[in-house]
């Protein structure tokens, strides 16, 4: 028995970010070039922006090439977790995978998030009127893995 799941991204998302990025970035070398030229009233405040503008240009720019921008695919088999994206896949063993959890918010909302922790990768997938393949999920899951108040000598 396996269960997969196919997180898509929109392309527009990555877009926007990069051109916002860019246009913060541009508006920092224009406003590095007039500080340096002395026409800013204030250099140390004008300084201070233009330092926290740029961080998050360059911040916007790197969060449109992370692994979560593009669509993830989970594949939850009897071998473990295989989760596929834009820069490779990775396979983990139900021995790999430290917790499981199912975030419900309200009974009433739309959503249902699944949280899994394997290694020093933490995956939030979220399923969108999808609670039924969420709780199989999960119940999949935790069926399998390693708990730690678990008796190992049974």
């Not at 990555?14 to 913060?24: D, E, L, Q």
């Not at 922006?49 to 090439?65: A, C, K, N, T, V």
């Not at 009897?78 to 063993?93: I, S």
């Not at 790999?96 to 939030?124: R, S």
């Amino acid at each position: 028995m396996s269960y997969t799941y196919k997180v898509p991204k929109r392309k527009a998302n990555r877009i926007s970010y990069r051109i916002w990025g860019s246009i913060f970035m541009i508006f920092v070398i224009l406003q590095v070039i007039l500080l340096v030229k002395g026409y800013a009233k204030h250099p140390m405040v004008t300084g201070i922006f233009i330092m926290f503008l740029g961080w998050y240009g360059i911040y916007l720019i790197r969060s449109s090439f992370r692994k979560q921008a593009f669509d993830i695919t989970y594949r939850f088999d009897e071998e473990g977790l295989k989760v596929t994206h834009h820069y490779g896949e990775k396979q983990y063993t139900f021995d790999d995978i430290e917790f499981v959890t199912m975030v419900i918010a309200d009974e009433n909302m739309i959503f249902y998030i699944l949280n899994v922790k394997a290694g020093k990768d933490v995956y939030i997938i979220p399923f969108t009127n999808k609670k039924e393949l969420c709780e199989k999920i999960y119940e999949f899951v935790n069926s399998r893995i390693k708990h730690p108040d678990e008796d190992d000598s049974q």
